[in-house]
């Protein structure tokens, strides 16, 4: 168990809707980032978040937004869905990095969204 | 942009021997850290190994190794004694210095025979 929580673990809905993914970061980390995973590829990086703010975009689309609460948890917001965005979608978080330090992510399990 | 590749789409072992992953990446930065992610059916991200760039010494976990060659940008993993729970996707990953995300390689199915 990392101690990040990810809900729901499954999401099935249809094209056209919209869903809301949320993460919880292990305690005292600032940093969340999320990933999402097309079905056998790599993970693919969409935006980080630190201490309430965005602080790195990767290729998200404009249809998905994310944001940090105060409490540091964060949801992703997938809209205007379609077949293509189905995949897994993996939260991780860490301590905001320092120069020569690890750093080390720590992943969620993970929420399967199928779009139909 | 960093780019990592894996050139190996499949791989196979036979339980108890030994195989050898192979990555290389792409970067400008002197700086950097380098790391292998398990990725087993139940799709949980279970970091491997992780190598810092600026150390010469190959970092070693267990029964996991690297042979990281900086020069070349390559930075395979070596997995001895296979055991069938290592059956699983690989992917290898690039972080820069200063806490920014990671990319990620293509991923190495590896099965384990028995």
């Known amino acids: 168990d990392s101690g990040v929580t990810q809900t729901p673990k499954h999401l099935i809905t249809a094209t056209g809707q919209r869903v809301t993914l949320r993460c919880s970061p292990r305690s005292g980390d600032l940093s969340v980032y999320w990933y999402q995973q097309s079905l056998d590829q790599g993970l693919q990086f969409l935006i980080q978040?630190?201490?309430?703010?965005?602080?790195a975009k990767g290729n998200i689309l404009e249809r998905f937004s994310a944001q940090q609460f105060p409490d540091l948890h964060s949801e992703l917001n997938l809209s205007s869905l379609e077949l293509g965005d189905s995949a897994l979608y993996f939260c991780?978080?860490?301590?905001?990095?320092?120069?020569?330090?690890?750093?080390?992510?720590?992943f969620g399990p993970g929420t399967r969204l199928t779009v139909l | 942009a960093q780019t990592v590749t894996q050139s190996q789409p499949e791989m196979s072992v036979q339980e108890a021997e030994t195989v050898t992953l192979s990555c290389t990446y792409d970067?400008?930065?002197?700086?950097?850290?380098l790391f292998w992610y398990k990725q087993p059916p139940s799709r949980q991200m279970i970091l491997v190994i992780r190598?810092?760039?600026?150390?010469?010494q190959n970092a070693t976990e267990n029964r996991f190794s690297v042979n990281f060659q900086k020069a070349a940008k390559s930075f395979s993993l070596k997995i001895s004694d296979s055991q069938l729970g290592d059956a699983a996707m690989y992917f290898c990953a690039y972080r820069s210095d200063y806490g920014q995300n990671f990319v990620f390689g293509p991923g190495t199915r590896l099965s384990v025979l028995p």
């Open positions: 991780a978080s860490s301590v905001e990095g320092q120069a020569r330090s690890y750093n080390e992510q720590f």
């Open positions: 970067t400008s930065e002197s700086d950097y850290y």
């Open positions: 978040y630190y201490n309430g703010e965005e602080r």
């Open positions: 190598q810092e760039a600026y150390k010469q």
